[in-house]
């Protein structure tokens, strides 16, 4: 029980790590593809990390497999969302940072 209360609390710590990179990519990243990227892909891992270790040591099998549950609902759903999001906000307009190395979209589907 100690090991698993121990791996737990590293995971809460590498979750809250991967949750705090999220948060500052939204306030520190130029412009909106930037800022959903850090969302999607550190706030997945951040969350799921977190739920991973609530399924560690949840003292019976139901929050363990609605935490189970939760980061599969994540993994799924959050990449895909921010990519639509994304194309949606290039369909509407939004301009990518000037310091933007390549935009695929420019001579595709986009607009």
Known sequence: MIFATVLAGILIIVGSVFALAAAVGLVRFPDVYSRMHAASKAGTMGSGLMMIALA???DDVATATRAA???VFFILTAPVAAHLVAKAAYAVGY???EGSVVDEMA???GR
Do not use: F
């Open 56 to 58: 560690l040591i949840a």
């Open 69 to 71: 549950a939760g980061v």
């Open 95 to 97: 301009r990518m940072w």
């Open 107 to 109: 001579d595709g589907e």
